[in-house]
């Protein structure tokens, strides 16, 4: 009796567990910010880091988090225009040999994931 007991509330505490969604370390989202930092806010303003900064027509981190696809969209950035001309990616070709306008940069993919736990962070609650 005692036994089931425990497993139904272990079943239940499982459950619970799972309906909460994962959410990313500290650590993931410092170094997010700090990736963007160092790599996006040249064109973009990405929070109150730097409210007055990017270039005025390149959309904010906090507009661009409002879309429906704001995650599939930052997870590849580097194929949107016009990042492709200076945004480089192990493995994935150039896509254009054109002179870059900023100095171009590397950036892996897992540091691109680290970038949207960082973006999530400027969502509005729903």
């Known amino acids: 009796m005692l036994t089931r007991i425990f497993h ?10 799972l309906s909460f969604p994962l959410s990313r370390a500290d650590g993931e989202v410092e170094q997010g ?5 160092e790599r996006c806010s040249r064109c973009h303003v ?11 027509n390149s ?17 590849t950035f580097y194929s949107r225009r016009p990042h492709p001309v200076f945004a480089r990616v192990s493995g994935y070709p150039l896509w254009s040999n054109v002179d870059p306008y900023y100095p171009p ?7 691109i994931d ?9 969502r509005e609650p729903h």
């Open 59 to 75: 959309p904010s981190f906090t507009w661009m988090v409002k879309s429906d696809d704001w995650r599939e969209r930052f997870l």
């Open 33 to 37: 910010f700090e990736l963007s930092r």
């Open 105 to 111: 940069f590397e950036i892996t993919l897992d540091e």
């Open 8 to 17: 139904s509330v272990f079943a239940g505490v499982f459950l619970l567990l």
């Open 46 to 56: 990405i929070g109150e880091y730097n409210r007055m900064g990017g270039i005025g």
């Open 114 to 122: 680290l970038i949207a736990a960082y973006v999530e962070t400027l």
